[in-house]
């Protein structure tokens, strides 16, 4: 294992610190650099509250910011954030009309996060949505159900834009839950990842192998196999993904190629060409676009493709401006 | 050799679809697909043409749009775009004000530019800029000089600008040539480059071993020695950075770390925050910072460091807005 980095133990915490400093016109520490938030929180708006194990960046840190989250908590690599942390968030970000949390399907995210929610009862009003978009991920390791994975993104700036706008909270989550039937994913790898506190692989896969249903904390995923094409990969991820969708005439929809973060831009471009050529055959209207590397499972190579059905108030709040680290458009910007 | 691909052959050619499919609103083909233009030419601006080979992607597609760049040229992985390819980007995209040509510091792309540049005498007012940022390759292979490599990216980002706010084609030439000795990259590499055509490696490292001063087309570096902590690994490319500009009495910079293609982000942050801090110790005001994954080695484990140092004209031209899909920030964004 080779990484820029100078003991695993601070590897997070140092990265996190540049990650404040480059971007401190829009994000700094909450007290005891428990999380990272807004610079500028706006009173009166419910609080987009996000996190989970590092490994996964620019998510969540990179969505903090106007538009999308007002804070993220970050765990150690691959672990749920305690819920101090989470704690400590609410705390600081609750300026009077409540949180929503947007947490990943995964067992201890949804424990602890759950746990911070029950501590402040009486202080603040909290609701949950819960981001559960994997398709091959029903009853697979680490999750119940879905997992969160990539599509957690979306969920997470349009519920940020509609927070911005001043949705309530109960209208915040009312669509989140909405979103999350619209919303799919599949992933693929071409290699484990390697987790700095271990310096092993957590899977190691032949020169010819790829593992097919992954998720992004370097568990195995629902089977391995040769490499193939990229054609026939998108093919196979496609269909995954629209045998899992309930599908109306003329749906619209935004296209998301995620890399893992060890796979390059232009192979991402590849399978988005792809995908969107058969997407589009099954009658579907792609009207958005995303392609790079934004929900990471550290250095894996690897990327995933997700389909998330957009009706006209996700278009719209999809389109707003957002302000983050990692994905920043303005008012006017054709996309 | 694993990657998402069909044919090697196809390789580039299906990726740039999918980049011009994906960010339909900005970017269009040329004829023929020579050159990937901005949707809209703005008549009467001098056009900011770049390009240069497949594989350092988002560099330079990914800088199309405005505030940036008119067209680039993509040639086969590293290799130089034909002559004829910036003949068809120089006849589609100027509108009378002249073209400027933006050239990494090699010479393929050198002598093609040049080629170019001569066949449309007497049709077309041309200039050209070299981009030669890398302190480690002074009489490195396939160069003369420094090479160009990631601060390629900020003369790009400026001249747009200036081009943008109506700079004429001499002021372009005499900005690019200041701009020039005002940023130094150097780069290290965990891992070599494998490329597509032929499925091998450029070079290969053991697993305790890094390259110091490698460029971006897989050539081998400087030298080669164990690998060291990020501290270590930090402080020997900014010693070697700042030993190679004249520095003033507090200037200010900005500070570009950029990720080969393998690298995750998180790596990147760290190295940013060592990075950092050293530069401001030797007295340097970091008033600007990118992080990511800009200026690429297809899927090269590695990263650079850029110090550009900034005046208030490359300041003010580097926060004008820029609407590619790489790099996207609108006027009041807070950076």
């Known amino acids: 294992m080779k990484k820029f980095m100078n003991v695993a133990a601070s590897m997070v915490a140092e990265s996190l610190e540049g990650f404040v400093s480059a971007h401190d016109r829009v994000v700094v520490f909450?007290?005891?650099?428990?999380?990272?938030?807004?610079?500028?929180?706006?009173?009166?708006?419910?609080?987009?509250?996000?996190?989970?194990?590092?490994?996964?960046?620019?998510?969540?840190?990179?969505?903090?910011?106007?538009?999308?989250?007002?804070?993220?908590?970050?765990?150690h690599i691959f672990t749920s954030p305690t819920p101090d942390q989470i704690i400590a968030a609410i705390e600081e970000t609750d300026t009077g009309a409540g949180c929503?949390?947007?947490?990943?399907?995964?067992?201890?995210?949804?424990?602890?996060?759950?746990?911070?929610?029950?501590?402040?009862?009486?202080?603040?009003?909290?609701?949950?949505?819960?981001?559960?978009?994997?398709?091959a991920a029903q009853g697979a390791a680490r999750s119940s159900g879905r997992r969160g994975v990539a599509g957690t993104l979306i969920v997470e700036k349009i519920l940020g834009a509609a927070?911005?706008?001043?949705?309530?909270?109960a209208g915040l989550k009312a669509l989140g839950e909405r979103l999350s039937t619209q919303i799919r994913t599949m992933g693929?790898?071409?290699?484990?990842?390697?987790?700095?506190?271990?310096?092993?692989?957590t899977f190691t896969l032949e020169p010819d192998e790829m593992e097919v249903g992954v998720g992004i904390h370097g568990e195995p995923g629902l089977f391995r196999q040769k490499i193939t094409d990229a054609d026939t990969i998108a093919s196979m991820i496609c269909s995954?993904?629209?045998?899992?969708?309930?599908?109306?005439?003329?749906?619209?929809?935004?296209?998301?190629v995620?890399?893992?973060?060890?796979?390059?831009?232009?192979?991402?471009?590849?399978?988005?060409n792809v995908a969107r050529r058969l997407f589009e055959v099954s009658g579907i209207r792609i009207v958005r676009s995303l392609v790079g590397t934004y929900v990471t499972s550290l250095d894996m190579a690897g990327l995933s493709v997700t389909l998330s059905l957009f009706d006209e108030e996700a278009l719209r709040l999809w389109d707003e401006p957002v302000l983050t680290a990692a994905l920043q458009w303005g008012r006017h910007d054709q996309r």
């Open 30 to 75: 909450g007290p005891g650099r428990k999380f990272i938030r807004r610079r500028h929180l706006t009173p009166g708006k419910v609080a987009i509250i996000s996190g989970g194990g590092a490994g996964h960046e620019p998510m969540h840190v990179g969505f903090v910011g106007h538009g999308m989250l007002d804070a993220a908590c970050t765990g």
């Open 100 to 135: 929503l949390l947007i947490v990943k399907n995964y067992d201890g995210d949804i424990m602890n996060f759950e746990m911070a929610a029950e501590a402040v009862i009486g202080r603040h009003r909290i609701e949950t949505v819960i981001a559960s978009d994997d398709v």
């Open 163 to 169: 927070a911005e706008a001043g949705m309530n909270l």
């Open 188 to 201: 693929v790898a071409l290699s484990g990842v390697t987790v700095p506190d271990t310096a092993r692989a």
């Open 240 to 256: 995954t993904i629209l045998a899992d969708m309930e599908l109306q005439n003329s749906d619209r929809a935004l296209l998301l």
């Open 258 to 272: 995620n890399g893992f973060g060890g796979t390059p831009t232009p192979e991402l471009y590849l399978i988005y």
